[in-house]
């Protein structure tokens, strides 16, 4: 089982590394397609959040769930806010890019984070019900390509080079690789540290793509990227249907 779970993190991973590998493949990506891509992503995670994600923190913990919600919410918000502010990237910011180079490892910061509980929602639904499990890798592998495609969006649109995308991206595949290693160290897992995980999980992700990136692709002249929000929350609901329709 622990070998599994291992291999199964380890996918995920590499699903996150070749997304942002992708973006970083062409020497310059246009901007519109930078933002179509950004856009697409976050309504996909944001779907993930409040179709999967919560539903299952309430059903698992009750109402200890909002706070735990909040907590990570207030977790990534305490690293933008506070320790990514001390951080040095150059008070350079570009005309011609989306997201600043402080915002784009902000946001980096915050998608760590929700990587590694990507992670361990694996290790710890997969011990505590391997169905279940299974039905949540299969969730977290269809979005860790497009988390990966906004791993490489952000920082391209923040101007960073081409091989700090590649290993932004592999740290992020690294961060998940790390959560499902809990499996290690979390031999009985029960019915409530799965929902605090799933729990806190949900609200790193909503900081991060309801405060980091909503705004920034709000910002764009044209409408389609906006549009492209909902897009992207209809590719995970029939993502999601899918699933069922195979596992079933």
Known sequence: MKANIFLFG???AIAVASGGAMIA????????????????SAGF????????LIPASFAAIGDQAALVLLLGFATVHFFEHTIVRHLHFGEE?????????????????????HAFFDGLSISVGLQYDFYLGLLIFVAVLLHKFPEGLTVGSIMMTAGFRRRTVVLTAAGIGLATLLGASSVF???????RLAGTAFAFSAGTIVYVGASDLIPEINKTESRIPPLLVFAGIVLFYVSERLVEMLLR
């Open 10 to 12: 380890l996918i995920a």
């Open 25 to 40: 493949a062409r020497k310059s990506w246009p901007k519109r397609l930078q933002e179509l891509l950004l856009s697409l």
């Open 45 to 52: 995670i944001l779907a993930l959040v409040f179709m999967e």
């Open 93 to 113: 910011i570009h005309a011609e890019v989306m997201v600043s180079r402080t915002a784009g490892v902000s946001a980096i910061v915050g998608l760590a984070i």
């Open 185 to 191: 160290v979390l031999e009985h897992v029960s019915g």
